[in-house]
């Protein structure tokens, strides 16, 4: 199979943007050039009037909740946790989980997103079956809460997930190790998830220091801070994704660089449920990896990556008083070519020959576009996701002119819609 698509404006990956040609081989990027009029393509796209940017990274979600969406908002973390999500999240089943995660690759395709790292179960393998059929590609990890009666059958759950899923979809599927967080996994069951990390030779997904409650609640039970807990778990040895890292000291950000710790940074739901702001710049400084992520869409309450996209651009500007902060090409990196370091893919992320042919085009013929000195900046301080036109995941279309081709919209909306429904009473 091979794909033109013909004259778009294409950013590179060293920010600059040119028009160009691309060629997609399969599901590969062959040429990034103008190109021979007289080759035959299989298909061909007009690209004129359209932008092109590596498709988006969502490095930190929890899919299945977009099904409690707007179901519980404006409360604490652990009251609305405790109180209203995880009561219903208890109850969820099979079907629940299988719509819920059709909702959000629905979403998620929509606005530009073509890679995922999920925390979240029971029943992941529907998960996994979403991703087989939406196309996109996920990161998968059963959520792990050590503190619960069946702890161990969910670390099982993650061991199974793993040896059934980790490289299938054609690769678009690899699979981690989900302990929760430091509140809800104690020091033995760390060790527990260590061990099987080692056996599977597996990488990890965790919220770290996502409140100051969490923080101040770790030094009272086990007198140190998070980071200082789970490197003593040997966890961070094994290839880190961590989500929010909002407060941190000195000698945590010390512990990520060391272990080379991937920060997933959600600046929606850390605004959202007030936890703070993650210390990017002083992260960026030190040579960290920083993704973003929307977090769960009760949360947030979308998984609209260029809206996080944009809060990366402009929050730390009023942080740090300083309006060079983070560029909008760096938030654009951010939700790109850092995503995809910080979930394990190796050859996504930039637009170049060689790379997996992970695409979205924009459509600037609007008025948010117009004028166009630079599409870079219009992507982030001025557009939005209504603009994106096309997503081709692994050299495939998933959307063309607005039109999903892999997922049928109108009953997903539909099944969704009922499972939540089915769930709340309301
Ligand atoms: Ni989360």
């Not at 103008?34 to 299989?42: A, H, I, P």
Request: hydrophobic share 40%.
């Amino acid at each position: 199979m091979k794909t033109l698509i013909r004259k778009p404006i294409v950013l590179e990956p060293d920010g600059t943007f040119r028009e160009t040609d691309i060629i997609i081989k399969d599901d590969k990027i062959s040429h990034v050039d103008l190109s021979d009029d007289l080759e035959v393509f299989d298909h061909t796209i007009d690209g004129r009037g359209k932008f092109v940017v590596p498709g988006f990274i969502n490095a930190h979600t929890h899919a299945s909740m977009t099904l409690l969406r707007s179901y519980a908002d404006d409360k604490e973390l652990m009251a609305w946790l405790n109180e209203d999500i995880w009561p219903i999240e208890a109850k969820m089943t099979r079907e629940d989980i299988y719509w819920g995660a059709a909702l959000a690759a629905v979403e998620m395709i929509k606005s530009g997103t073509t890679a995922f790292a999920d925390m979240y179960g029971p029943f992941m393998d529907e998960v996994a079956k979403i991703v087989d059929e939406s196309g996109l590609r996920g990161v998968l990890s059963r959520g792990l809460i050590g503190v619960a009666p069946d702890a161990d059958e969910k670390l099982a759950e993650n061991v199974d997930l793993y040896r059934d899923f980790n490289g299938a979809a054609d690769g678009r599927i690899s699979v981690m190790l989900g302990p929760h967080a430091i509140y809800t996994c104690p020091p033995d069951y760390l060790k527990k998830v260590e061990r099987e990390a080692t056996r599977l030779n597996c990488e990890i997904h965790i919220h770290m220091n996502e409140t100051l409650t969490e923080v101040n609640d770790c030094r009272k039970n086990y007198g140190r801070r998070p980071f200082e807990i789970v490197a003593e778990s040997g966890l961070f040895d094994h290839g880190t994704l961590a989500a929010h890292c909002v407060h941190l000291d000195e000698s945590e950000i010390d512990i990520i660089k060391r272990h080379n710790i991937r920060v997933a940074h959600n600046p929606g739901s850390n605004l959202k449920l007030a936890s703070g702001i993650c210390p990017v710049t002083k992260l960026m400084r030190e040579g960290i990896t920083v993704a973003l992520g929307t977090d769960g869409a009760s949360s947030n309450n979308n998984l609209d990556m260029l809206e996080e996209i944009k809060l990366a651009a402009l929050i730390h500007k009023v942080d740090r008083m300083d309006p060079l902060a983070v560029t909008a090409a760096e938030a654009i990196q951010m939700g790109t070519e850092n995503g995809a370091r910080a979930i394990g893919l190796k050859d996504v992320g930039r637009i170049e020959k060689g790379m997996k042919a992970d695409l979205v085009l924009l459509d600037m013929n609007s008025a948010a576009w117009t004028p166009c000195f630079n599409p870079a900046s219009l992507l982030v301080y001025s557009g939005n996701s209504s603009a994106v036109d096309t997503v081709i995941v692994d050299g495939k279309i998933l959307m063309e002119n607005h039109e999903l081709k892999t997922l049928d919209e109108e009953k997903v909306l539909a099944e969704a819609a009922n499972c939540a429904r089915r769930l709340t009473n309301k």
